[in-house]
């Protein structure tokens, strides 16, 4: 017996499953799936997933053709298509000043659009039309090189759990009427926005990144913020602002992140939480904090050092830390640094890292307070397993003399491992 000649097996497989392998390809190749049969005419047309780049066109170097088969491949899916949109994405840098976008965003606020990414080209930005915000289904947003301007009558996403903002214009009271009205929010990225002063109220976030330069944050209503990447860009206005500020950066930004687990802050942002007066003793402990990365760290400012004092010694359960020292910090001053009393004066005699298990130190100079936490953070660590050390590319000549001072400090961990990496 053999198989009949006009058997389709793949025409009659649920509807759910063709879905998912038409789901899989590239739309320009669902398309093209109308021509195997009369059954396969419009199967394509009602994928709940569309995802749009410059690949769905044929390439050329005419830029201006390109850009023309794009919109009208766009427009004409879009005009094809049937039932509800729940995943619209565009990726291109072939679109520019183009209005059919607007008309391509209308069209999708009335199919029940729920994720909604828009990736467009770097040298030319669009205004998000106001029909963006009668999307009301949306569970994801992810905006580049745009302007935002919510409507007066906008009153949020009620469904919105991740938001991603990449170079957009927005105004510091829009983003945070934005954020505010987005009750389920859990996941909120905000990259090379500048000049915000930003306050973020947001209860069930999870997942901050920050990038750009930002004047002022304060996190005042975050309880379930679990982990954090922050990079600070800094201008001479933003460094006058900081300079004129009083109320602590350290408190306004990390006070209301009681249940952080991991937190990295890139260039800057130690620096940042140096700013303004001197809280103290930390009315907060971070005990569910693991891992806790830090890059571009100043040994020559004595505030910077006492940020990250502050933060790994209220950080009990901390089980990672790695460290990056900034390139200036070797110089004279620091190498002659005549105030090592601050050690013993800030560093508490009780203190004992008693989960912290490996320790990573890049960048590092030699020069006698990054030694001095170093041997901070050897005595004071019972499990630690791994410190992997090392030395920034301008330091040659005293790499011998860093490893000998390694070697002499005492370790309160009998397994602690100490690797002096050269390249």
């Known amino acids: 017996m053999g198989d009949s000649p006009d058997l389709d097996l793949i025409s009659d497989l649920p509807q759910s499953i063709i879905e998912s392998i038409l789901t899989r390809l590239p739309i320009i190749e669902a398309v093209r ?37 794009l919109i009208n491949f766009i427009t004409r899916a879009l005009f094809l298509h049937q039932g509800p949109i729940h995943k619209f994405q565009l990726c291109t840098s072939f679109l520019t000043s183009c209005p059919d976008i ?18 467009l080209d770097e040298n ?60 389920l929010l859990e996941s909120l990225s905000l990259s090379y926005i500048d000049s915000l002063t930003l306050n973020i109220r947001s209860p069930n976030l999870k997942y ?36 004129q500020s009083s109320s602590c950066n350290f408190i306004k930004f990390l006070g209301g992140a009681p249940h952080l687990e991991r937190l990295i802050g890139r260039i800057y942002f130690t620096k940042y939480l140096t700013v303004g007066d001197d809280p103290g003793r930390l009315p907060i402990k971070y005990i569910n904090l693991k891992i806790i990365e830090l890059y571009q760290v100043s040994f020559e400012d004595m505030k910077e050092i006492l940020v990250v004092l502050r933060l790994i010694t209220n950080s009990p359960n901390l089980k990672e830390l790695q ?11 620091a190498m002659e640094a005549t105030d090592l009393e601050f050690w013993e004066k800030e560093c508490p005699s009780h ?71 050269q390249n």
């Not at 195997?36 to 201006?64: G, I, M, P, Q």
């Not at 304060?218 to 933003?238: F, G, K, R």
């Not at 990056?324 to 910090?329: H, P, V």
Request: with cysteine; hydrophobic share 40%.
């Open 124 to 183: 030319e930005w669009i205004r998000v039309p106001s029909c963006l915000f009668n999307c009301k289904k949306l569970t994801r947003l992810e905006l580049s090189r745009c302007e935002l301007d919510p409507p007066s009558t906008f009153k949020g996403f009620s469904f919105l759990k991740s938001l991603k903002l990449y170079q957009v214009y927005v105004a510091s009271d829009a983003i945070e009427s934005v954020i505010i009205n987005c009750p």
């Open 208 to 243: 901050l990144c920050l990038e750009g330069e930002f004047k002022d944050i304060c996190l005042e209503n975050t309880p379930l913020l679990i982990a954090m990447s922050v990079a600070m860009y800094m201008t001479e206005d933003i460094a006058e602002h900081m300079e």
């Open 102 to 119: 607007d008309q391509w965003i209308l069209f999708l606020s009335r199919k029940d659009i729920k994720e909604l990414v828009l990736e």
């Open 351 to 421: 203190c004992i890292f008693g989960r912290l298990r490996v320790v990573k130190m890049t960048e590092m100079s030699g020069v006698p307070h990054e030694m001095e936490f170093i041997r901070f953070l050897l005595e004071n660590s019972p499990v630690l397993e791994v410190m992997s050390i090392a030395p920034c590319s301008s330091v040659t000549e005293g790499r011998l003399n860093m490893l000998i001072e390694l070697v002499r400090f005492r370790r309160a961990s009998p397994r602690a491992e100490i690797l002096f990496i």
């Open 33 to 69: 799936t109308s021509i195997l049969s009369s059954k396969w005419r419009y199967r394509w047309a009602s994928l709940t997933h569309l995802a749009f780049d410059e690949k769905c066109v044929t390439s050329t170097n005419d830029r201006t053709f390109v850009e023309n088969k």
């Open 323 to 333: 460290i990056s020292s900034s390139s200036n910090s070797y110089t004279l001053a």
